[in-house]
């Protein structure tokens, strides 16, 4: 089941020569297989107001339109983001950290954060949404 999406997300990809659509669609599929019903939106086209501010003031700008009160953004950018910048705005700002379980990959030694298409030819739906629990926010 797997390996019929990659397959489609080339051709996406040979259809539309643009990264961020094919970067969106392939979320937006893992998250079906997945059985998750999420709405996504593009920044660019959602929030295209925001365009031009400095990175951080653009991500402020977003959550204060949506009336959140916390920002949750991967682990990475805690070298582009400072906490006091969001709390100045009352909005909280958290870093996922997520924990990688080793799972077997044929007959090799496990070689973690491969991607989740690594993640899902090696392990069961059921077992994936395990995985994706397994985190802390820092």
């Not at 990659?6 to 599929?29: C, D, P, T």
């Not at 998250?31 to 660019?44: D, I, V």
């Not at 107001?49 to 991500?59: K, N, P, Y």
Request: hydrophobic share 40%; net charge negative.
């Amino acid at each position: 089941m797997v390996f019929p999406m990659i397959e489609e997300l080339f051709g996406f990809l040979i259809i539309n020569n643009n990264l961020a659509q094919v970067a969106g669609e392939s979320v937006q599929r893992v998250c079906n297989y997945l059985n998750w019903n999420k709405t996504f939106e593009y920044s660019s086209h959602s929030y295209a107001d925001t365009q031009g501010q400095e990175r951080a003031q653009r991500l402020i700008s977003i959550a204060k339109k949506n009336k959140a009160d916390t920002y949750i953004n991967p682990i990475g950018g805690k070298t582009l983001y400072k906490k006091e910048d969001f709390t100045q705005h009352d909005i909280n700002l958290w870093f996922i950290n997520g924990q990688i379980t080793p799972y077997v990959q044929f007959q090799h030694e496990f070689i973690p954060g491969l991607s989740i298409v690594d993640v899902l030819m090696f392990n069961s739906i059921s077992e994936v949404h395990k995985m994706l629990t397994q985190f802390e926010l820092v």
